[in-house]
């Protein structure tokens, strides 16, 4: 089966496989996966973050597919999501924890922008403007407003695996921070995230990278299922992850997440 990697999938990909998915299935997925699971862990610290910085109210989420962050987000305000895909977004209402779920095109900006919190997982990297996105949602918003973003991270990672995920690009931290900067938002917080996953993630990209050369590009984005135990344990690694974030900077990882703030 072909389905969205740690690391998102593209809109396309994403509406050709939910197609033949069962709701129940997919959300069960979503809810258990390691990977899902392990990385909310470090959205809760911040959002811990993005809560001392100032009051949040309401909360949106760009590009919510059908809603795996809803639970969470939803601890921090009142949610709406935003999601093109019609059977994504049918999904994420149908999980009743957002106030509203919007099927539009999130990049399109064209809907009431009246929100503490913007956040936007793995969205940044599917947009070829990613720099007039981040212009245009600065102009949309005041001043003080929060953005709570994640990328992949590491560009010399790039290959195979990320045109099949219709990446645009992966993300270096200092080239993330300025691009943040030079469209009106100050990062208050960032990290890398998946550091102990990052040796086996060089191993197979390099792998990747060799086939392609041999004509046999990878054409499947793994799904992560594991066996149970190991999935709890991946968790576990995660959620360590998360906690050595607040308290050191991982110094490398798959994975990066900012929070900025509207200048």
Sequence with gaps: MVQQSPEAGAPALRDHVNEFIDDAAAVA??????????????????????????????????????????????????????????????RASARGTAAAVLARDCTALDFPHDFDLTCA?????????????????????AAEHLLLLSVPACPFLYGPHDRLLHHHRRYAKRALRRLLDET?????????????????????????????????????????????????????????????????????????VALARAR
């Design 29 to 90: 997925f979503e809810d258990t996966v390691w990977w899902y699971v392990g990385r909310r862990a470090i959205l809760r610290q911040f959002l811990e973050r993005a809560r001392r910085e100032r009051p949040i109210g309401r909360i949106i989420e760009l590009g919510c597919g059908s809603g795996p962050h809803f639970d969470l987000l939803r601890q921090y305000g009142e949610l709406t999501g935003v999601e093109h895909s019609p059977i994504l977004a049918a």
């Design 121 to 141: 997982f793995d969205v940044l990297e599917h947009i070829a403007d990613d720099r007039g996105f981040l212009q245009r949602l600065r102009q949309r918003v």
């Design 184 to 256: 009106g938002w100050s990062v208050l917080s960032d990290s890398f995230f998946m550091t102990a996953l990052f040796p086996a993630a060089v191993a197979t990209r390099l792998v990747d990278r060799v086939m392609a050369a041999l004509g046999r590009e990878r054409h499947s984005v793994e799904l992560g299922v594991v066996p149970d135990r190991l999935n709890g344990w991946l968790v576990r690694v995660l959620e360590t992850e998360a906690a050595l974030s607040a308290a050191v900077p991982l110094p490398i990882g798959l994975w990066l």
